[in-house]
């Protein structure tokens, strides 16, 4: 069968339609590859490991017989030595008897340093109750004594003596023999038989 040339108009609209058929192929193409691109950047990251928690800062108020009194951050765990450390060490003047180093501090408490010849440091060198066989006589300083110390005291045990500890280390030093009111198993009959044995 005889073929004959396509006119002009039909030509020019067939060279359109391939034009129109490569763009869409070409542009099908580039959106894959940008789907593919986006994929990969949108991928799922990987957990990384777990993030060490920094050290909590606490807090404390170095006073007494030290170098340099004042406040002082220290790292969570530090010990009565690392706060006295901070302030300069121990002054001449400090009673090293009265002081527990090896004791955790708390963040906000006052580590009292007591110096030789305060009533702290008096009652700390004694180790007995002020009223006992062989007691110095001077009182116990409650800021300053160590559970044990405390312990010594008539109608003071070894759980309420730690209840004393733990109790102005979160709260600071006493400021007042009354203070004791605030100890579970203390009371208005306790506090009078303390009195002139105990100072704040």
């Known amino acids: 069968m005889p073929s004959f040339p396509l006119p002009v108009v039909q030509r020019r609209v067939l060279a359109a339609l391939v034009l129109v058929l490569v763009a869409a192929v070409l542009a099908v193409r580039h959106q894959r590859g940008e789907a593919a691109a986006t994929t990969l950047q949108v991928a799922p990251v990987r957990p990384q490991a777990a993030r060490r928690e920094p050290s909590r800062s606490l807090v404390v108020d170095v006073v007494g017989a030290v170098r340099r009194p004042g406040l002082y951050h220290l790292a969570d765990g530090a010990r009565v030595a690392d706060a006295v450390a901070q ?6 003047r400090a009673d090293r008897r009265a002081v527990n180093l090896a004791a955790r501090v708390a963040d906000g408490q ?52 730690q209840k004393i500890v733990a109790f102005r280390q979160e709260h600071g030093p006493f400021t007042s023999v009354a203070g004791l009111d605030a100890i579970p198993g203390i009371g208005p009959a306790r506090l009078a038989e303390l009195q002139g044995l105990v100072v704040p």
């Open 87 to 92: 302030a300069g060490g121990l002054s001449a």
């Open 110 to 161: 006052q580590v009292v340093v007591a110096a030789r010849g305060s009533p702290g440091a008096a009652a700390a060198s004694s180790g007995a109750s002020p009223s006992g066989p062989g007691g110095s006589g001077a009182p116990i300083s409650l800021s300053a004594a160590s559970a044990d110390q405390l312990d010594t005291l008539p109608g003071i045990g070894p759980v309420t003596a």
